[in-house]
């Protein structure tokens, strides 16, 4: 068992929840996969979508070098030691710029806000940008309960074998998308 599965244990992340067991491979061993190569020399983490704060407080504690900026419409946190909390509507191509200006770049980014298309898609184009060459931008959720299931189709038009900047890899309900 990774020690990131144990952090969203112990602040209580949805990635772990009971009710979400889909998600629990996301900290056992994809995040994992991508994250221990780095994990001492990441310094900027993003994550859209705080809810109480237990997914940002683990990937704070999992990154002893890292600040982590968390990003949500109505945050229900302030901002601790290496965690920093900023209002910001995912749907909004000005706001999103201004987040990525202010914060970026950044070695990973994690989508796990609206799951809808009209925040999906925009945070996605935005915000690959505000990436470091290697870098990860992860959607969660990608799942049939969800209305926007059809992100998968979108980012298999619009990026896969499209930009060569760009790598794609599909996991069970994640999508990653490598800044090569
Ligand atoms: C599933 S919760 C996040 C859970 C958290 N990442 C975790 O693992 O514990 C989704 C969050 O997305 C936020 N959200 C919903 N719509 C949003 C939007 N348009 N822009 C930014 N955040 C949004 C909600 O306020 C909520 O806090």
Request: contains cysteine; charged residues 30%; hydrophobic residues 35%.
């Amino acid at each position: 068992m990774s020690d990131l599965f144990d952090l969203h244990k112990k602040y209580v992340s949805l990635k772990v929840d009971e009710r979400y067991k889909y998600a629990w491979p996301y900290t056992e061993t994809i995040y994992p996969s991508y994250f221990d190569k780095v994990r001492a020399t990441a310094d900027k983490i993003l994550e859209i979508g705080v809810y109480m704060g237990g997914s940002v407080r683990a990937v704070r504690d999992y990154f002893p070098n890292a600040t982590v900026i968390g990003a949500d419409l109505d945050p229900q946190i302030k901002d601790e030691e290496r965690l920093k909390i900023v209002k910001c509507d995912q749907r909004s191509t000005v706001e999103l710029e201004a987040l990525g200006e202010a914060y970026g770049p950044f070695d990973f980014i994690i989508e796990d806000g609206c799951h809808k298309m009209s925040g999906q898609v925009p945070s996605l184009n935005v915000m690959v940008r505000y990436l470091k060459p290697g870098g990860v931008y992860f959607i969660e959720d990608v799942i049939p309960k969800f209305e926007d299931y059809k992100i998968i189709e979108y980012v298999t038009r619009k990026y896969v074998n499209r930009n060569p900047e760009y790598r794609v890899e599909f996991h069970p309900a994640l999508i990653a998308v490598v800044r090569v």
